[in-house]
């Protein structure tokens, strides 16, 4: 059994004027060879974008791009035509697949926008396309773990072309969570705001925690309004 903390503090980070980035795996100029994923996990960036700026229109191709809005809203426009507005709640699934262009902004003239960009390895490499958008609640994810993609878009959670679970949740001080691991598979938590510990390992925000050969997690909050990502994964690379 192992857990290992990937403390927020030992991130890279990149601070583009406009952009602001902590990256707890390697990602663009930030290159650690001992993070470069966790399994299919390829990218956690947890970004701020400045009022009226974004990511231009560019390409991605086989890759699960998932985008978390914690503050704010940030517009999407893309090559398949899907043009949207994503806010707090929302998640933004984009299979990229055989290869598709597009573009994010914050279109908000005076508030910045703070969201997490996550990438997922696919199951195989050209899938078509896709689109996805779906939206969850404060009150869908207090107290719970409250599933928000998965394989076969159960739950109505979002779709995705990898056998990988992705959960949020919203806890309370002293609300705990037991969470059976399945064998031959491995978790990542990644602490988006608040306090928690995880199996008596104590996490604070932008923390990330992997468990390898675990058989159960007891995550217990230990701050008000804590949020948290938890993706469960293959054991294999």
């Known amino acids: 059994m192992a857990l290992t903390i990937r403390s927020a503090q030992a991130r890279g980070h990149a601070d583009h004027g406009w952009l602001e980035s902590y990256h707890s795996f390697s990602f663009a100029n930030y290159h650690d060879p001992k993070h470069m994923n966790f399994g299919p996990l390829r990218v956690i960036n947890e970004d701020r974008v400045q009022a009226g700026k974004g990511f231009g229109m560019h390409g991605h191709r086989d890759m699960e791009i998932i985008s978390y809005v914690l503050a704010g809203s940030l517009e999407h426009k893309d090559s398949m035509g899907n043009g949207s507005v994503i806010k707090r709640g929302d998640i933004q699934i984009m299979s990229a697949g055989t290869?598709?262009?597009?573009?994010?902004?914050?279109?908000?003239?005076?508030?910045?926008?703070?969201?997490v960009q996550i990438w997922l390895l696919p199951d195989r490499e050209g899938h078509a396309p896709r689109y996805d958008q779906k939206h969850f609640s404060d009150q869908d994810k207090s107290g719970t773990l409250r599933l928000i993609a998965s394989p076969d878009g159960r739950d109505g959670s979002g779709k995705i072309h990898q056998d990988a679970c992705l959960y949020?949740?919203?806890?309370?001080?002293?609300?705990?969570?037991?969470?059976?691991?399945?064998?031959?598979?491995?978790?990542?938590?990644?602490?988006?705001?608040?306090?928690?510990?995880?199996?008596?390992?104590?996490?604070?925000?932008?923390?990330?925690?992997a468990a390898y050969h675990e058989s159960a997690l007891h995550i217990a909050s230990t701050h008000d309004n804590t949020?948290?990502?938890v993706f469960d994964l293959p054991q294999a690379p």
């Open 99 to 115: 290869g598709v262009r597009h573009s994010e902004y914050n279109l908000s003239p005076t508030d910045p926008v703070h969201f």
């Open 168 to 209: 949020a949740s919203l806890l309370k001080t002293n609300e705990v969570i037991d969470y059976a691991v399945e064998p031959h598979r491995k978790i990542w938590i990644q602490v988006l705001a608040g306090a928690l510990s995880v199996n008596s390992h104590t996490l604070q925000t932008g923390d990330g925690l």
């Open 227 to 229: 949020e948290i990502l």
